[in-house]
């Protein structure tokens, strides 16, 4: 037991001691903040993939719009409420 006393008592042994508890809980850069970052950057690397195959499909999409008019037509009527002259317009809501 005396020989571990002996230890504490060194200078390079508190100052390790101090450093390591000043590194792991109070510095800022604290292994909890650490985890918290690592959890945030894995969250946010499945949005952006999400966000990327969303992109992908919505570039697909458009392709698909400019390459075939009647489908144009076809999105303008439904989406934009979009007409001919000629014709009326009527829009059922459903409850």
Known sequence: M???LKYTKNFYFLF???FIVWMVFIDSNDILTQF???SKIKELEKQKEF???RKEKILADREELMSNYELLEKF???RYLMKKES???YVVVEE
């Open 87 to 89: 014709e009326d317009l």
């Open 51 to 53: 966000y990327q195959d």
């Open 36 to 38: 918290k970052l690592r």
């Open 76 to 78: 303008a009527r439904e």
């Open 2 to 4: 005396k020989k571990y």
């Open 16 to 18: 390790t001691l101090f």
